[in-house]
């Protein structure tokens, strides 16, 4: 094979990984560069935008992204954990969840509540549970199993106050019309990730 | 990029002495502009897609104003793994990307991930950091690693960065400005890299 002098992508192939069964909304935005992959289901609900390089992975279990979410680019959804325990559900993303560049989410019953906010390259542990509204600040940390309650922000490797702004309904407005920029911009082909 | 008959190697070397790694990630590479003497190491990202969409301020007199979201100046350094992307806010009713403008000299280590609005000339940003969203980063400045730089803060010349979130922790030691300088680096990446002849310091 000439194959050898052949310069060889790093792009993620669609022949390379197995493709995921997916669910998704007609009105989603994926990137092409992204990888959905595995055998359980990827459901991605209406209005969700995915960045390139991002990899979802169901091999370890269901996946399943709410309503105008934003990923951002390299994140990891439904990463294999350090024990990984193959289950029924592996992610589970609410509604407004925005995850910023390169975070991880392990997969296992994990779940991310309405409107939380990951922030870049931050880790969230198999089986953790994060209330509504939550932030994570750059490159925290969530243990596995780690349950946080609504509205809690987590910053400085693992201080943790509560967010009182009461700014939930703007938020959510906000990104909505970063939503709408983003369809713009990003091209998408759902036909890729289908069948 | 250049459009001449190109010598298989690892980096694509433009005219303007720019060295863009084949495996390097650029979206949007109409949007991106590259001062020259630039290298871009596999696996960096860089988001020239996400461009302005709001028409500037009224001043501007409906002149077509470029698209461009990146600016890199000369003598850039972007390490493997590291991610450039415009910031974006809500601006007059609606969301919009603004375009990333980096000065002269600068390294971004490994890992890192920059959103700032605005990183001046001379200015080091090791490995694994954030640069948080509308930061401005002025002139010399050092961002240590792991340093988490929350969005808008404003950063003055001859900083050193550290901690998360990122505060001023020191100052860059007079004549301690040498160590930003880029060219030898540059010297150290391409197609055909003659063996080293004299053990040069690299300021990493």
Redesign the interface.
């Known amino acids: 094979m000439s194959s050898s ?1 052949k ?1 060889h992508s ?1 792009m993620p192939r669609a022949g390379t990984l197995p493709k995921a069964p997916v669910n998704l909304s007609s009105s989603v935005v994926i990137h092409d ?1 992204a990888v959905l992959t595995g055998n359980h289901t990827i459901n991605i609900s209406s209005e969700t935008v995915i960045h ?2 991002n990899k979802l992975d169901s091999s370890n279990g269901r996946v399943t992204i709410g309503r105008r979410c934003i990923i951002h ?2 994140v990891q959804i439904g990463a294999p954990s350090a024990d990984p325990t193959k289950g029924e559900f592996g992610v589970t993303l609410e509604d407004y969840v925005t995850v910023e ?2 975070a991880i989410i392990e997969s296992g019953c994990t779940t991310i509540g309405e409107g939380c906010l990951i ?3 931050a880790r969230i542990g198999r089986g953790a549970k994060l209330g509504k509204h939550c932030t994570i ?3 925290s940390v969530i243990q596995p199993g780690e349950q946080l309650p609504d509205f809690t922000v987590l ?3 693992g201080t943790r106050r509560i967010d009182r702004r009461g700014v939930t309904e703007l938020k959510n407005k ?1 990104q909505a ?2 939503i ?2 983003m369809r ?3 091209p998408t082909n759902l036909a890729r990730f289908k069948d | 990029m250049s459009s001449r008959k190109q010598v ?1 190697g690892e980096y694509i070397e433009t005219d303007t002495g720019n060295k863009v790694s ?2 390097a ?1 650029l ?1 949007g590479t109409q949007h991106i502009m590259l001062g020259g003497k630039t290298v871009i190491m ?2 960096a ?1 860089v ?1 020239g ?3 302005r ?1 709001a028409s500037a301020a009224g001043s501007s007199g409906g002149a077509p104003q470029s698209n461009t979201s990146i600016f890199i100046g000369r003598y850039c350094f972007l390490s493997r793994g590291c ?1 450039l ?1 415009p910031p ?1 806010r ?1 601006y007059k009713g ?4 603004m375009p990333l403008r980096i000065g002269d000299h600068v390294f971004v280590g490994e ?1 890192s ?1 920059v ?1 700032a609005a605005t990183i001046g000339s001379h200015v080091h940003i090791a490995a ?1 950091a ?1 640069v ?1 969203e509308f930061a401005i980063v002025k002139d010399y400045v050092r961002i240590l690693e ?1 340093t ?1 730089i929350p969005a808008n803060m404003v950063i003055p010349s001859f900083s050193v960065v550290g901690g ?2 990122g505060r001023v922790i020191g100052e860059v030691p007079e004549g301690g400005h040498d160590q930003f300088e880029m060219r030898d680096m540059y010297k150290t990446v391409g197609n055909n890299i003659p063996p080293p002849a004299s053990p040069g310091h690299l300021a990493v």
């Open positions: 002098t310069r790093m560069n390139p390089r680019e390299r560049v390169a922030g870049v390259g600040t750059a490159r910053y400085s490797n906000a019309r970063q709408d920029i713009k911009l990003i | 298989k084949r495996k990630n979206i596999a696996d990202m988001r897609d996400l461009t969409t991610c992307r974006g809500i609606a969301f919009t990307y890992n991930v959103q694994n954030v948080g792991g988490v998360q979130p």
